[in-house]
């Protein structure tokens, strides 16, 4: 058993002696919130570059900035690309569908948005208005994350990050393999 656990690359890397390979990703977090921070923070520690994005610049003005590797105010092809993922941290913000349409039209690897699946999401009545095809918005994820029952900020953070390392790794997520 000890000479099969120091071949395996999984039990090397829980050592810390085969750091995983991972291409380039970026995560971009829209909209000022604490989830958005605690995503930043997150993904750094497993290898995104991150961005934040508000389309409110006074609200970026005081942002917390110190996991953010870039800031801006508007999506661009400059920092979403097809490794770039995309979560939309608050739903009942009243640019959601701008900034959605937006995104839409990015080459985006993944877009998802915060919110209760209880709920019938209004942004997508939205971007029907707009002229987005149904084709195009089945493109977002709701709810994003894994259901792990979060309670807070953190939590969120932490389902959301893990459902995006499944989705990269083609996994379902949860305990079934």
Same mark, same amino acid.
């Given at each position: ?103 839409? *039209? ?7 948005? &915060? +919110? =209760?699946?209880?709920? !019938?999401?209004?942004? /997508? $009545?939205? %971007? ?10 089945? *493109? ?7 259901? &792990? +029952? =979060?309670?807070?900020? !953190?939590?969120?953070? /932490? $389902?959301? %990050? ?16």
């Amino acid at each position: 058993m000890a000479d099969e656990q120091r071949t395996d690359p999984s039990c090397a890397m829980t050592r810390g002696e085969n750091p995983p390979h991972v291409g380039p990703r970026t995560l971009v977090t829209v909209f000022d919130t604490p989830v958005a921070t605690y995503l930043q923070h997150f993904a750094r520690d497993v290898g995104f570059r991150t961005v934040l994005l508000d389309p409110d610049s006074d609200r970026l003005s005081w942002a917390e900035w110190r996991y953010a590797d870039h800031v801006t105010t508007l999506p661009s092809e400059d920092f979403v690309d097809r490794t770039t993922d995309v979560v939309m941290t608050d739903h009942e913000r009243p640019e959601l569908g701008k900034v959605l349409e937006q995104t839409l *039209r990015l080459p985006a690897r993944w877009i998802g948005v &915060i +919110g =209760s699946p209880r709920h !019938p999401p209004a942004y /997508v $009545a939205e %971007l029907r208005q707009m002229g987005v095809p149904d084709g195009v918005i089945a *493109r977002i994820h709701r709810p994003a994350g894994l259901n &792990i +029952g =979060s309670a807070s900020p !953190p939590e969120v953070a /932490v $389902a959301v %990050l893990a459902g995006l390392i499944a989705d990269r790794n083609r996994r379902p997520g949860g305990f079934l393999f």
